[in-house]
């Protein structure tokens, strides 16, 4: 039994990433309480694999991912990726069904005119859409909303129409909003949190998939340490490996001389001249000096098995000329 | 007198921006709640010009107002950048100082073993960082800690020395915080916020510049509709505005076709073969296509008074052979 280690608590997006990929007959998955936990129990040799969260394709790069990839104070050089996983994020909102509640007071089956299914519409949105989900108990008593930040530009149409103007408090992840609701006795809150965390925590589901885009979904990256020669060990599915260079993805991290103008554009000029097709690029602050940044691109192509004559290495030696430093952040197998 | 919508509330970094750069005599500055507020009430004409943050030399960009700037519902069709603020953001922690607690309890003048001066070690952090601040008074009636969620990572050294463990609440921004930590009678909690929320909310400053880098600024945009004809008037110090390309900045956004492999480094190149210098790049998910985005460039050059065969607009027309498209978003002169 060898230990993967994935961000937090249980239930949560990425602990579905970690089930997905992980077989738990052969492994313990252990929660983390940050993504940096995660990056230290992998490269202190305590977990053999990690889990984090890398993007959402509504939201964008999580940045703390980036800047522990970054590791201005080298606490993780040993950390590369070697898969990745994607997970259909559909929020819920949680919480304790009218037929539960014992003060009648909250379980009113009347609707009120703002959970009529058809927005207000106001001057700055004159013709609102109308969410493609209704609730499926009645969600009048519901006070007050938890979630993780992401999660209300997620759920923008479906909050607007039926929980219009309700309080909203920020908290660390969607499973810990779920596990405050399940905490508060009185009834009247709700998360906006996963069909697993309500089976974990013991709530209703008051409506599902209320995220305004059906295509919503989370990229995580599987790490190991370089010196662990063991590819992610699983895929459900038993996908055929194929040696071709687009089936792999490679992350790199650069920075470049901020004097020189177009060492940005030769940097990635040398992907293509090896035909090598980036497929994503992201930009965080250097933490050495304001205002310069170092660059992460990530490319179809593969540098293990690649051998020194391999496109990816010429690139990388070609990356060496341009670039000021750089860091090969490893190669896997595509899921996409 | 004209409008200035700025992202609120008072006493904001932003309101800080917007006072540094507008003269009073001749506006008024208006609070907005949100940064697409402040794109619609420029949009819209109420009012003239609006401040919104960009970026943050620890933090790195605002995705809010980038995704504001992708505009994938033609929302802000008229919203150029017109001039840019650096702000320096010098945290400050704000509460009741011990004299003023009728308490005793809360006013004991002992520090505990964690307010040495000296971090804890752990075997994360096993050579913590003496932070180079002290309280001016002492911290150990701080039972609880508000902020906008970017400032505990700007002042991790401090709170890891002086507040260990002290329980903490994001909420929306380091002025909220202040207002709320004034509307605890208890004097048991604190802000991390600005020395101006201080007296605008008759705090105590508990503690002075508490952020780990001296070097912490925020950059924020100066935004006008593209048939305004003014500049954003007014520059504190009366700088010699020079005519020469490289002090302006431009901002232009781009989508690719993302199956043309090296299509981003062909649209990079083009402003290199104008020798006009990148200065930074973002990207966010495109909105429309997951795994598909839209890139900002920012260059050194001015489009306005560039003229059809300056530079900048012979950089774009090569973009739009290589772009799938693009959005010039306005030049300014830079203040750095």
Redesign the interface.
């Known amino acids: 039994m060898y230990m993967v280690a994935f961000l937090g608590p249980n239930a949560s997006y990425t602990h579905q990433a970690a089930r997905d990929r992980f077989n738990q007959d052969t492994c313990v998955l252990s929660p983390q309480v940050t993504i940096e936990d995660v990056f230290?129990q992998v490269q202190s040799r305590v977990a053999k694999f990690g889990v984090v969260p890398f993007?959402?394709?509504?939201?964008?790069?999580v940045?703390f991912t980036l800047d522990l990839f970054a590791d201005i104070k080298s606490r993780h050089p040993d950390i590369v990726v070697c898969g990745e996983a994607y997970v259909d994020v559909h929020h819920c909102l949680l919480g304790r069904g009218a037929a539960r509640l014992t003060d009648t007071s909250l379980s009113s089956k009347t609707d009120s005119p703002t959970s009529s299914g058809q927005a207000t519409p106001t001057s700055?949105v004159p013709y609102p859409k109308t969410p493609a989900v209704k609730p499926v108990v009645p969600v009048k008593h519901v006070k007050k909303l938890y979630s993780h930040?992401q999660a209300w530009g997620q759920c923008r149409d479906f909050l607007s129409t039926y929980l219009k103007g309700v309080e909203r408090q920020?908290?660390s992840s969607t499973s810990r909003a779920a596990e405050l609701v399940a905490e508060d006795q009185s009834g009247s809150s709700a998360a906006i949190s996963s069909a697993i965390a309500a089976e974990v925590h013991g709530l209703d589901v008051l409506a599902r998939n209320i995220e305004d885009s059906a295509?919503n979904?989370t990229r995580f990256f599987i790490l190991k340490r370089t010196d662990c020669l063991e590819h992610q060990p699983m895929h459900r599915g038993a996908k055929v490996v194929d040696d071709d260079q687009n089936s792999f993805k490679s992350l790199v991290s650069f920075t470049v001389n901020?004097e020189d103008?177009?060492s940005?554009?030769?940097s990635?000029?040398v992907?293509?001249s090896y035909?090598?097709?980036?497929?994503?690029?992201?930009?965080?602050?250097s933490?050495l000096v304001?205002?310069n940044?170092i660059?992460f691109i990530e490319f179809?192509g593969r540098r293990e098995n690649d051998g020194a004559t391999g496109a990816v290495n010429a690139a990388l030696r070609d990356l060496n000329n341009v670039a000021k430093c750089w860091r090969w952040l490893g190669s896997w197998e595509s899921e996409?």
């Open positions: 230290q993007e959402n394709s509504t939201n964008g790069s940045v700055k930040p920020d908290v295509d979904k901020h103008p177009g940005l554009a030769d990635l000029a992907f293509k035909k090598l097709n980036l497929t994503s690029i992201n930009t965080r602050p933490g304001p205002w940044y660059f179809k996409l």
